[in-house]
């Protein structure tokens, strides 16, 4: 049987069971529509893009971590993710609109105290040693495509331009860099959950 063959429900099990080609199927099925619905929102090609790209970044990590339970229900599940992802850029929008239309710019208005107290940065900063620690594992490729796209915050497209890979090429490194970094914090005995 073919993977086009079988159910979203399905193509989801296979993946997380360690089928990649079950998730490049489910991508495939959906992604026009998928893409058509955080365009018609957003009106921006580049933006929505991005968008889209974090979409799948969110679904893969998701399912990696055993969070879906949306049994059959694959393709709504994933335009939630989408739909919030486009209130998240909205907000960011109305936040940076209000910080520039304010004459006098606070910092405190962008950098909350969250009144993170001393064990918790010492968590924190021990999990951000640790990553780093294990990022530096990564074969060079990911290790470029996710310090790009997390660190320097450069859009999927960008960071094809950089390359001179395609968009989905980028996608799939940092896929893979998210699949290898959570097999080897299991190696390692790392927890970045904290």
């Not at 229900?73 to 994933?78: C, D, G, Q, R, S």
């Not at 996710?146 to 968009?167: G, N, P, T, V």
Request: proline share 1%.
């Amino acid at each position: 049987m073919l993977l086009s063959d079988l159910s979203d429900q399905e193509l989801v099990k296979k993946y997380i069971d360690g089928d990649n080609l079950s998730f490049e199927t489910l991508l495939n099925r959906h992604k026009n529509r998928v893409f058509a619905f955080i365009m018609s929102k957003i009106k921006n090609k580049d933006i929505s893009e991005d968008i889209f790209q974090d979409t799948y970044v969110k679904v893969v990590n998701s399912l990696q971590k055993g969070k879906y339970n949306e049994e059959g229900k694959f393709l709504p599940w994933v335009m939630r993710i989408a739909h919030n992802l486009v209130i998240d850029h909205f907000r960011k929008q109305k936040k940076m609109h209000m910080i520039r239309s304010n004459n006098e710019f606070d910092i405190f208005d962008v950098i909350k105290d969250n009144s993170i107290n001393v064990d918790d940065k010492l968590i924190r900063d021990q999990i951000f040693t640790d990553l780093r620690s294990l990022i530096d594992l990564l074969p060079i490729d990911q290790k470029e495509v996710l310090r790009m796209r997390y660190f320097e915050e450069l859009s999927f497209k960008k960071i094809a331009e950089y390359f001179d890979i395609s968009i989905n090429t980028a996608l799939g490194r940092m896929r893979y860099a998210l699949i290898n970094l959570r097999a080897l914090s299991q190696k390692h005995h790392i927890d970045l959950h904290k």
